[in-house]
C-alpha cells in the first residue's frame, strides 16, 4: 500500500496542479486586499467555461456588478508557497460582492487550466483543485483555512477534487493530500490558477461526492453572474 501510494504522489506531483492555499503561510505578510471590483466579471467567460455549461454560461455579462477577491495574493500575483502543496496547503481567504438579486446559490470552482486531461483534469476546464456549491447568497466570503469545515462555508458543499486518487498521501511539503475540498498548487513548473465564483438561479442540490463533471454539467442553464480572480504559483524544488 505504501509502496502504492509513493506511486501514485509521484504521478501527481509530475502532474500540474492548481491553486492557492490560505492560513499562515510563510513568507511576507499579505497585504491587505482592496474592495473587490466589477472588473473580474465582464467580457465573456473563456471557451472552455462556455463548452461545459453550454449557451447559459455566457449570460453572466448581463449581470457585471459580481466581484471576487482575496487577500492572500493580488489578482494575477503569485502565490505564496504556504497556499500550495510546498507549504501547509490551507484554503485562501475570498470575499466578493455584488451578487445579483436574482441569485439563490453560489458556487465557487478553483481550477489549473494549464493542466489538461492528459496530466489528470477530469473536466475540460482543467485541473480541479476546489469546487463548493450550494453556498447560500447571504454569503459574503469564505475565510482562510475553512476547506473541510461546513460551518466556516456557510453550509457549502465541498466536491472531490483531482487529486481525488492520491487521498491520504503527503504531499512535498508535508501537508496531507485530501481529495475533497481544496488542495493546492503543485506544478511542475509556473502554472496559472482561477479562482472563478457562479451566481446561479437555484441551488444544485446533488448529493455529497458528486465528481466535478457532474456538478459541472448540473450548472448547465443556471448561471446568473460569474467573477475570476486569478494567481501564478512557480516551485522552488
Known sequence: ????????????????????????????????????????????????????????????????????????????????????????????????????????????IVYDP???????????????HWLVYDLPVSATGIAAGATGDVRALSGGVEAPNDFIAAAGSTSPGGSAIRGKGYDGPCPPARHTYVFRLLALDQPLGLPAGSPPQSILQALEGHVLAAADWTGTYSPAR
Open 1 to 108: 500500500m505504501k509502496r502504492t501510494r509513493a506511486r501514485i504522489l509521484v504521478c501527481l506531483i509530475g502532474v500540474s496542479m492548481l491553486a492557492a492555499c490560505s492560513g499562515a503561510p510563510t513568507g511576507p505578510a499579505v497585504t491587505p486586499m482592496a474592495a473587490p471590483t466589477a472588473s473580474g466579471a465582464q467580457g465573456s467567460l473563456e471557451p472552455t467555461l462556455t463548452a461545459e455549461l453550454g449557451p447559459a454560461a455566457t449570460t453572466f455579462a448581463n449581470q457585471p456588478g459580481l466581484a471576487l477577491g482575496s487577500s492572500a495574493f493580488p489578482d494575477g500575483g503569485e502565490i505564496l508557497a504556504g497556499y500550495t502543496c510546498d507549504g501547509q496547503n490551507d484554503s485562501p481567504a475570498l470575499s466578493w460582492s455584488g451578487v445579483p438579486a436574482e441569485s439563490q446559490a453560489l458556487a465557487l
Open 114 to 128: 494549464d493542466a489538461g486531461r492528459d496530466l489528470g483534469a477530469t473536466t475540460d476546464l482543467g485541473f480541479i
